[in-house]
């Protein structure tokens, strides 16, 4: 059973930063890319970032592209989502998820997702 599970969200003051962690456990580690998603109440799912440990690969989108930072610690099965310079736009519920297959769709897909983390930015 695959299982995400998300932590590190919470509240930052705008310019700061977090780090997302995505624990992964039920398949094997390779068989999927990990996709970061975030979601704003009444909004799309937008994708954020992806990493492919298959293709050692990853792609982030121009959305957030010099602020965040994707990676992997393939001993752990965590994925990390370094998130600098914050700002209110990036106020969202994120989401860890399996991609659909082992490497970085353009557009980004997903077929598990975790439970997410609230990541608010406000002064």
């Known amino acids: 059973q695959v299982q995400l599970v998300e932590s590190g969200g919470g509240l930052v003051q705008p310019g700061g930063s977090l780090r997302l962690s995505c624990a992964a456990s039920g398949f094997t580690w390779n068989a999927y890319a990990i996709a970061w998603f975030r979601q704003v109440p009444g909004k799309e799912l937008e994708g954020v970032s992806c990493i492919s440990s298959r293709a050692g690969a990853s792609y982030t989108a121009d959305s957030v592209k010099g602020r965040f930072t994707i990676s992997a610690d393939n001993a752990k099965n965590t994925v990390y989502l370094q998130m600098n310079s914050l700002t209110p736009e990036d106020t969202a519920v994120y989401y860890c998820?399996?991609?659909?297959?082992?490497?970085?769709?353009?557009?980004?897909?997903?077929?598990?997702r975790g439970q997410g983390t609230q990541v608010t930015v406000s002064s």
């Open positions: 998820t399996t991609e659909k297959g082992p490497y970085c769709g353009v557009p980004m897909d997903y077929e598990y």
